[in-house]
């Protein structure tokens, strides 16, 4: 048996259990045993054969012997009977009336009968038993079975696998136990380089492997779980890190700062930049002053102020010429992931960069501008320009710095000396489509990425474990805190009140529901969600009648939408009922209040985000988090949003609240629910950041663990995306 064998060539499989292994992504004998268990059943509920009593309902676990079938003495009722065994002791079976019993398994082998312990005229007997099959225990593995069950370090395990229609857990069970019997173990060399294991007392591969799918005890099988963990997140780390040494052969633009000039240009702000804002602007410049390309991720709430540190970092890198030349500036790409969102920066930067005289584009897909403008107006101090002319203007140097959307730099326009890209929220902006804009340029531009997704730090080493991490985790002073409820049913008369006289000062409503108009698709919810329209015309109804109501959601033309969010913007609509759509991208700072439908439905980052639409105002905002769940766990998750001091911390205690099969790891960030186990594990993810970044730095190639880096190209960590 070979490990990359596909399994059709060593076991019989019909076509249910072909689409069935397929479905679980198991073609090779190599998948099967990488398939993990998700959990072990709790064998300290076994009792030991020679220590029953009369009474008991039981589960015993032995090796059955004796299998024979006869009528019952006077009655004629066809019976099976047999023998159960294990190391403390033996005891009779009895099937009455199910003759076939004796057929259905087979002397020696072992299995787990559940049923009752029954007082006969020759001693005890289970009657009736329940048969499970477990396969033959690896060998010494049962024996352990019967140790004394005192504390978890002797508690022996089963695994339990994931199923699906067609592959049963026992089935799997079974199947690896093949494997591994097959002495294929002893084939697997150990990728993971021997010091790390040493260091961090992980067991080798066939090691774990083994405690993985037959664990003697509790202890055995979370040392596996912790070295494939710790793997899976090392791998990560290798591969991002592996490609930031790749990025940072390119030649890249070193970004000189005059001090006094960049004071002056921030003293022009109408306010004193935070703490954090200052280190981030530091940590940028010293970044930028290099030559080769900075990889800095600026993480930070909503509100933080990471427009102001991106002005800064883009006013830093056009007052340098580009090489070798003493006329013209260094381009600056600045790019977000909405039009509404690139049109925002657009205005903010034309309010720092003012006085410069400096020209900012703005490229969208529904039309260019370009500040200044001789024809200014006093309204606009743009003007709308032809996508040819803002391209050629791009094209030969003339505009420092351009905004857009994502595609900005991906599409047809071409910089002339790009030094700096600024990419707002753009996740799956990775290595790869960073590798690319180098390749286009023969400098490879600074690289600053922003987010205001919360997630917890130890993910954020691990996914953007190519980056430089930077957090804004300080909120300028004076910003209020909104003030959050957590609604329950009965109280949403009164805060529907609370709300009425907000809006009688002039203020305005979000309604975040958690779908547009189309059937719930998660029906295993007791209450159905809210839809949007639905819920705008109820609140029409019943509940506002004297105000403007309009509805946005992601189903709308991108031409209605930005209708709908002007008229809001304007104040002409009072309440504005959407789906998380406004979650980026909406600054409207007279509306202080939103109110969450099926609150429970969301992630606590994206409460948070959602929330984080009401902080633009001087005037006190409110979130009004309705829930119709009433676990307790439910209230927990929501009352942390009320506590926690910032979206970091947020998610933390998300991370923390959250069980392993609830984490979404690989539907969100590419990572599996073992992965995320370590991620909870702000140690394990140190280590492994910390072996990874010295190995590479010895080795970018790995070349000297060839075993190593085959694995890691096995992987196939290639172009992971993340949302
Ligand atoms: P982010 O992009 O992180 O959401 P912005 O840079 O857009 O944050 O800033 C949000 C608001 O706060 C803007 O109106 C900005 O002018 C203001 N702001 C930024 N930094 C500060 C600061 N240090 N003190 C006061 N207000 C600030
Ligand atoms: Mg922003």
Known sequence: MQLHDPLTSHFRLDLTQKKALSKLNIQSVRDVLFYFPIRYTDISALKNI?????????????????????????????????????LSGKIKIIWFNQAYMAKMAHDGQMVKLSGKVTLGKNGLYLANPEVEKTGEMPIDSHESL??????????????????????????????????????????MPDYLPKEVLDKYHLPKLATALIWMHAPKNAKDAEAARKRFAFEEVFFIQLKRHQERAEYEKNKSYAVTTDTSDMNNFVERFPFALTKAQQDATKAILADMARTYPMARLLEGDVGSGKTAVAAVAAYAAIKNRPTGQNFGSLQVAYMAPTEILATQHFENFIKYFKHTGINVGLITGSGCRKFPTKVASAQEPWTNISRAQLSKWIENGEIPIVIGTHALIQKSVKFKHLALVIIDEQHRFGALQRAKLAKKEGFAPHFLSMTATPIPRTLALTIYGDLDLTLLDEMPAGRKQVITEIIPINKRKDAYEEIKKEMAQGRQLYVICPRINEPDPDKEMAVIAKSVTEEAKRLKKEVFPDKEIAVLHSKMTKQKKEEVMEEFYSGAIDILV???????????PNATMIIIEGAERFGLAQLHQLRGRVLRSSHQAYCYLFAEAKSQKTI?????????????????????????????????????????????????VEAARTEATALIARDPQLSKTPLLASALIAKNLEGLHFE
């Open 50 to 86: 020679g220590e029953l009593t009369e009474g008991d309902t039981v589960t015993v676990y032995g090796k059955l012997s004796g299998l024979k079938t006869r009528k019952a003495f006077k009655s004629k009722i066809p019976m099976a009977e047999g023998i159960i065994e294990d």
């Open 146 to 187: 019967f140790s004394d069950g005192s504390g978890s370090e002797t508690t022996p395990a089963f695994p339990v696998y994931r199923e699906t229609k067609g592959i049963t857990s026992r089935w799997l069970f079974h199947h690896v136990q093949k494997i591994m019997r097959s002495g294929i173990l002893e084939t």
């Open 578 to 588: 959407a789906t998380s759509v406004v979650e980026v991208g909406v600054n409207v």
């Open 636 to 684: 927990d998750r929501l009352k942390a949003l009320k506590n926690a001091k910032n979206g970091f911390e947020l998610s933390e205690m998300d991370l923390a609240l959250r069980g392993a099969g609830e984490l979404a790891g690989t539907k969100q960030w590419g990572i599996t629910d073992l992965g995320m186990e370590a991620i909870k594990n702000i140690k394990m």
